[in-house]
T-cell receptor
Framework: NAGVTQTPKFRVLKTGQSMTLLCAQD?????MYWYRQDPGMGLRLIHY???????AKGEVPDGYNVSRLKKQNFLLGLESAAPSQTSVYFC?????????????FGPGTRLTVT | GDSVTQMEGPVTLSEEAFLTINCTYT??????LFWYVQYPGEGLQLLLK?????DKGSNKGFEATYRKETTSFHLEKGSVQVSDSAVYFC?????????????FGTGTRLTIIP
């Protein structure tokens, strides 16, 4: 049981380049989330999905797009990277069964934009 | 909106010391409350939770009691170990997003010295 996996683990981009981060979960969870973690800021929600084919904006959605074509995958895209998007990105999933709110997190992707 | 406030870190303690990490919340009603932990180089994982007022959550020697009178959910451990070194996050469901998302505090970094 792999849980939540993220690829890649590290990436360096130049300003203006694009990339896609992939999140996959094998727990059949309906809900998936993308967060960014910056020093002193905690975790901030970028986008989330409440099921296959759905997406919704979180607290800091600007500059990012997402897609959930398959239930197990949640992709985060940066169309034109900026230095302000240097961060550690975490994906998480949850079943929200019984409002349990036990989110399962991936190991993170460290992104540097120069 | 709903929010949590954690004590500022970092916190450095000697092994076997008593630990308290403060967390207070602002919310409508009486939401469930959570503590998540992030070990170095990993994603967050649920440490403990309490689903109603006066409940005590516990796990791995850590405890937290849901106190509605003081709107607090402080994390405690009687005797910390080096392996407890991590970042600790208090969290609650956010009504801003239909209770489908968690709002996290900024995190408290704990370092235990042998």
């Amino acid at each position: 049981n792999a849980g939540v996996t993220q690829t890649p683990k590290f990436r360096v981009l130049k300003t203006g380049q694009s990339m896609t981060l992939l999140c996959a979960q094998d727990m059949n969870h309906e809900y998936m989330y993308w967060y960014r973690q910056d020093p002193g800021m905690g975790l901030r929600l970028i986008h989330y999905s409440v099921g296959e084919g759905t997406t919704a904006k979180g607290e800091v959605p600007d500059g990012y797009n997402v897609s959930r074509l398959k239930k197990q995958n949640f992709l985060l895209g940066l169309e034109s990277a900026a230095p302000s998007q240097t961060s550690v990105y975490f994906c998480a999933s949850d079943s929200l069964a019984g409002a349990a709110y036990e989110q399962y997190f991936g190991p993170g992707t460290r992104l540097t934009v120069t | 909106g709903d929010s949590v406030t954690q004590m500022e870190g970092p916190v450095t303690l000697s092994e076997e010391a008593f630990l308290t990490i403060n967390c207070t919340y602002t919310a409508t009603g009486y939401p469930s409350l959570f503590w998540y932990v992030q070990y170095p180089g990993e994603g967050l994982q649920l440490l403990l939770k309490a689903t109603k007022a006066d409940d005590k959550g516990s796990n791995k020697g850590f405890e937290a009691t849901y106190r509605k009178e003081t709107t607090s959910f402080h994390l405690e451990k009687g005797s910390v170990q080096v392996s407890d070194s991590a970042v600790y996050f208090c969290a609650l469901p956010s009504s801003n997003f239909g209770n489908e998302k968690l709002t996290f505090g900024t995190g408290t970094r704990l370092t235990i010295i042998p």
